[in-house]
């Protein structure tokens, strides 16, 4: 009984606390900072008002600091009783909180590093590929685990429970890392909506670490909560300076670090896959991105939507021509608008085809919204996608696995 409350929730608690903390210096250093971040030139057009002002961009360098340093002092609390009692110091655990901020730092400092350069598209692909390395050793040192169960109805046809993916798992938790860093990022381009799906998945993973902490993993739970909890207390934080109408933006810096915080704690808390339940709408928007991401159709350089007369947003479109298209442009387009997925306007030689994001799509589905409108609307599919996540999770999980 002792240990449970000195092992399990002591921890918890103090890590709450700091989260507090965390939340209050966030809210108040904010605002002192962004005359700042204008001297420093570091701002970006808020293209979706009249007036176009210029708005403090980057502000996830602000939240990511304060966050680290919040873990910073949070390190020796979980393996304080270990300091006072002579019990085996757990290596494993302290590198795993270590390698987990490294990579997280790492990732800010690249993020910051592209706000800043505006680098190019590979080099977005690349840096969360070398940020998620501490992880990933620490992941080789520590489990080591390559071993995934089949689901049940896959087992008579493959004729084994699992299978070891070898090499392979790896290559799948690096494709995790890069796919969590930039899926948030390309779902951006409205008020408060990096800060505001972040907050949702942290709050999702929050809630499925709480359930799984009376199961026998608590501990990989406890571990992703340390991280968690400041996040979310962080994020909130920057979403209420982020909210419509935007007083800072929170730039590549904000959803680099966001990305590579739900990598870190899927990957080093074994839950990676459901983890990547919480990502649904964000693996919905990147599919759905994939034809103008790859270039099969032009791709500008922003796709959010844009301010029409009235004063609401609508789908901001790319224009294509229709003479000489490539076969496979041609079939996807074809594909999508029988899926009712694009809205094309056809001219003479051209065709105007709504930009292929899920923002965009939910313009073309309802019609023009007011931008606080439009978030809430986004926000809400989210967390809809959260619930169906847990259910999958749980109820459902029993076809697939024994559990
Ligand atoms: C990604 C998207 C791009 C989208 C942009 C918006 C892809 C491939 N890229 O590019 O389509 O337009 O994010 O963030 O999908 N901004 C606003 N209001 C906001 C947030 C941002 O007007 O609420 C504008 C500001 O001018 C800001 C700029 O977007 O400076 C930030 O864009 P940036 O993060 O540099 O774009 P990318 O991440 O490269
Ligand atoms: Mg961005």
Redesign the pocket.
């Known amino acids: 009984q002792n240990l449970l409350i000195w092992d399990l929730w002591l921890p918890l608690v103090i890590n709450f606390c700091l989260s507090i903390f965390v939340y209050c210096m966030t809210v108040r250093l904010i605002p002192k900072l962004t005359d700042k971040f204008l001297k420093a030139n570091l701002?970006?057009?808020?293209?979706?008002?009249k007036s176009r002002n210029k708005?403090p961009?980057a502000f996830g360098v602000v939240v990511g600091c304060i966050y680290l340093l919040a873990l910073f002092f949070f390190i020796p609390v979980p393996f304080g009783r270990t300091f006072i009692s002579d019990d085996n110091f757990p290596h494993h655990e302290f590198v795993e909180l270590i390698a987990a901020m490294l990579s997280i730092c790492c990732m800010l400092l690249l993020g910051f590093a592209?706000?800043v350069l505006?680098l190019a598209?590979r080099y977005?692909l690349l840096f969360p590929s070398v940020a998620s390395l501490p992880i990933l050793m620490v992941y080789f040192v520590n489990f080591n685990s390559t071993i995934i169960m089949v689901p049940l109805p896959a087992r008579a046809w493959l004729g084994a429970a699992s299978v070891n993916l070898g090499m392979f798992y790896y290559l799948y938790m690096l494709l995790t890392t890069v796919f969590c860093t930039n899926a948030i990022?390309?779902?951006?381009?409205?008020?408060?909506?990096?800060a505001g799906q972040a907050l949702v998945i942290a709050c999702s993973v929050t809630v499925f670490n709480f359930i799984e902490l009376a199961g026998p993993l608590y501990k990989t739970h406890q571990f992703s909560l340390y991280l968690m909890l400041p996040f979310i207390a962080a994020t909130a934080a920057l979403l209420k300076h982020?909210w419509y109408p935007?007083k800072v933006?929170?730039?590549?810096t904000f959803?680099y670090f966001a990305g590579m915080t739900f990598a870190a704690v899927g990957i080093l808390g074994h839950f990676s896959k459901t983890m990547m339940l919480f990502f649904v709408p964000q693996i919905f928007n990147f599919v759905y991105?994939v034809p103008?991401?790859f270039h099969f159709v032009p791709?500008?350089?922003?796709?959010?939507p844009r301010l029409n007369k009235a004063g609401l947003l609508e789908a901001s479109r790319f224009q294509v021509s229709t003479q000489n298209m490539p076969f496979l442009s041609r079939f996807i387009l074809k594909v999508f608008s029988l899926f009712g997925l694009i809205d094309r306007q056809d001219e003479s030689k051209m065709a105007q085809v709504n930009?292929m994001?899920l923002i965009n799509l939910i313009l073309i589905w309802c019609g023009p919204m007011r931008?606080d409108k439009l978030t809430m609307a986004l926000l809400l599919v989210q967390v809809s996608c959260s619930c169906i996540a847990f259910m999958i999770r749980y109820p459902l999980a029993s076809y697939f696995y024994d559990v």
Not at 249 to 252: E, I, K, L, R
Not at 299 to 304: L, N
């Open positions: 701002f970006g057009i808020d293209v979706n008002k708005v961009e592209d706000d505006d598209w977005k990022n390309i779902l951006a381009g409205v008020n408060g909506l990096e982020n935007s933006f929170v730039g590549d959803c991105s103008q991401l791709c500008p350089r922003h796709r959010m930009n994001t931008e």
